[in-house]
């Protein structure tokens, strides 16, 4: 069996760089993409300390010629990828009838544009190999978060987006999931308490006692599951949403 080659977006941080992490101690080699390559440094050294290659790449996913130079930069570097994980995003929320035009556009751009882009880019490297898997994050803001028109959209076009990429690609050895998570600790989560006025640790613990496992969701919990669903036995396993949520939502 070959050695994969991953890319894994917004992986400077967070669940990105959990999942990022876990493919390199997996055994993939990875290619760690986020804004700049200077973001991506602790992923890579993280990594690379724990005795897996990575290379840092600085890219906007929402934008063409920037995602198309990532991928034949880690193409060089460590090899054709064949895994991608659409992981980068961002939150601009607001009530409907405050939102701005600027906000819905930069959401859907990051989340929608992105994984396209980035999964179109790489999906003729997966072609060539008869094998890849696609992993993307959705959320279960996919159904319906008060204040968030336009991730909630985006989060589930991500769904469709991802059942349509499993029944175009299977035919070629590719799986393509996605990850739906619930409340996870990260800078993304800690910015809304913040926004809102909450100290970090009172939301979590006001979302945990929602929660049917009683605690917040970690980065690693998101990276165990696209492990699996990376992994060579996961090839079965294709155009689901795996909710990660500990519980049936929340
Ligand atoms: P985070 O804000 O901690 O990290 C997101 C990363 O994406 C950052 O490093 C950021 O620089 C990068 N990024 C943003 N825009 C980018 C762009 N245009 N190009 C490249 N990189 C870009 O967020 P997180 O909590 O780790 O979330 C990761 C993913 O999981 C997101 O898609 C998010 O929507 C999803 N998610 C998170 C939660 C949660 O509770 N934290 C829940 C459900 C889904």
Redesign the pocket.
Known sequence: MPQRVAIV??A?????AAIATRLAADGLRVGV???TAD?CADTVRTITAAGGQAVALG????DEASVAAAVDLLDQELGAPTVVVN????TRDNLLFKMSVEDWDAVLG??LR?AFLLTRAVQGHMIDAGWGRIVN?S???ALGNRGQTNYSAAKAGIQGFTKTLAIELGKFGITANAIA????A????AATAERIGIPFEDYQAAAAAEIPVQRVGR?EDIAHTASFLVSEGAGFVSGQVVYVAGGPKN
């Open positions: 977006s917004g400077a941080r967070g669940i990105g993409l986020d804004l973001h890219a906007d996913v929402s992981n980068a995003g961002i990051v989340h992105g994050l959320s279960i803001s998570p619930g409340f996870i990260t800078d993304m989560t980065p």
